[in-house]
């Protein structure tokens, strides 16, 4: 961590961070960006992303994330590893708290995305790393010829669904509705999977087996009826939730716990920034995430030129 101040401080180093980071860079703004983890957020954990233009037979998602990051690098920003714990107005600075300790802003880029929602049923906590997951791209070789679960009829599922057949004997997609959320080529793909059965208006009601998940109860939400299907292996795919807890009152969230700003990426505190799946939007994907990082780092400089004039600020 440097001491002084940055022009942008970035939160979160996935598509939005990495992106904002970018044109942050390329507008000569002294840029850091923390993130507590590898960089690349939720895509490095995708096996492949097929939908980000510019790759015809689709990039694998650490490979993304990978350039995301050298280019962040090659533009000058800095990319450090820190928990991001809270933000302070100081003065007309942001002060961010960090595990590693403060770093001092012109403006910041929030960009913390969303972590993966939990079902919230007996026996999840338990054999979490015995067998439960939230990433099929982190665990999912670890069930070659076993009978997997994944729960959750959205993108992730479907894709981690197919993605799982890879390495599993069998995936039982649960779903609690009898028509699937995923995008339909999606859908289709997996619907023609030989290995891939359904579990229509089905949800879980606990996870059960001795040291490690053995099977998976549920119940049919039309008929009450209860059963158990034999899972080694069970992967939660039931949606996201915001990394914004840091922010504790300094800025109102919706009542998802997402930020709220306007065209310009501007959340209504002054220099205050957000970008990507942490923000309130219709379509969260590394597409979107990408335009609202260069929305939000055009943004930030014009702020920063506006409030603090042309000369950027150095940090050593
Ligand atoms: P999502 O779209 O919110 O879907 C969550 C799924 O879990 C839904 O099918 C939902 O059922 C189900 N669910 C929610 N709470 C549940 C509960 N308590 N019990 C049982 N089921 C429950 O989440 P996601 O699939 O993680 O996707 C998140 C975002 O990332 C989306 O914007 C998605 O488009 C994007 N994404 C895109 C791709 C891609 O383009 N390839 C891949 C991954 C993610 P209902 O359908 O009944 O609501």
């Known amino acids: 961590m440097a001491e002084g101040v940055y022009d942008v401080v970035v939160l979160g180093a996935g598509p939005a961070?990495?992106?904002?980071?970018?044109?942050?860079?390329?507008?000569?703004?002294?840029t850091v960006v923390i993130d507590h983890g590898v960089p690349g957020g939720q895509?490095?954990?995708t096996d492949m992303v097929e939908n980000y233009p510019g790759f015809p037979q689709g990039v694998s998602g650490a490979e993304l994330a990978g350039l995301m990051n050298e280019q962040a690098e090659r533009f000058g920003a800095r990319i450090e590893m820190a928990e991001v714990e809270g933000l302070a107005r100081e003065g007309d600075l942001w002060r961010v708290d960090t595990s590693e300790g403060p770093y001092r802003a012109r403006a910041v880029i929030v960009a913390t995305g969303t972590r993966p929602r939990e079902l919230g049923v007996p026996g999840e906590k338990e054999f979490?790393?015995?067998?439960?997951?939230?990433?099929?791209?982190c665990d999912g070789a670890f069930?070659?010829?076993?009978?997997?679960?994944?729960?959750?009829?959205?993108?992730?599922?479907?894709?981690?669904a197919e993605f799982l057949t890879r390495f599993a004997s069998h995936v039982t997609i649960v779903h609690r509705r009898d028509q699937l959320r995923a995008a339909r080529s999606l859908q289709e793909r997996v619907l023609d999977n030989p290995k891939i059965n359904v579990r229509w208006n089905a949800v879980v009601t606990s996870f059960l087996g001795e040291d490690r998940l053995q099977r998976v109860r549920l119940r049919d939400v039309k008929t009450g009826t209860e059963s158990e299907v034999e899972a080694e292996g069970a992967f939660i795919y039931v949606g996201l939730l915001p990394n914004t807890s840091f922010l504790n009152g300094v800025v109102p969230l919706d009542e998802g716990g997402y930020l709220v700003t306007d065209e310009a990426m501007a959340l209504p505190v002054p220099g205050l920034f957000a970008a990507g799946d942490v923000r309130r939007k219709r379509l969260r994907q590394v597409a979107t995430a990408v335009g609202d990082g260069a929305v939000a780092a055009m943004a930030a400089e014009e702020y920063i030129v506006g409030k603090f004039g042309r000369e950027p600020v150095k940090t050593q």
Not at 128 to 137: D, F, H, K, Q, V
Request: with cysteine.
């Open 43 to 45: 895509v490095a954990t």
């Open 128 to 137: 979490r790393g015995r067998g439960i997951s939230y990433c099929a791209t």
């Open 17 to 30: 961070g990495l992106t904002a980071a970018i044109y942050a860079g390329r507008a000569r703004l002294d």
């Open 143 to 160: 069930f070659r010829d076993k009978p997997v679960v994944v729960v959750g009829g959205g993108d992730s599922a479907v894709t981690e």
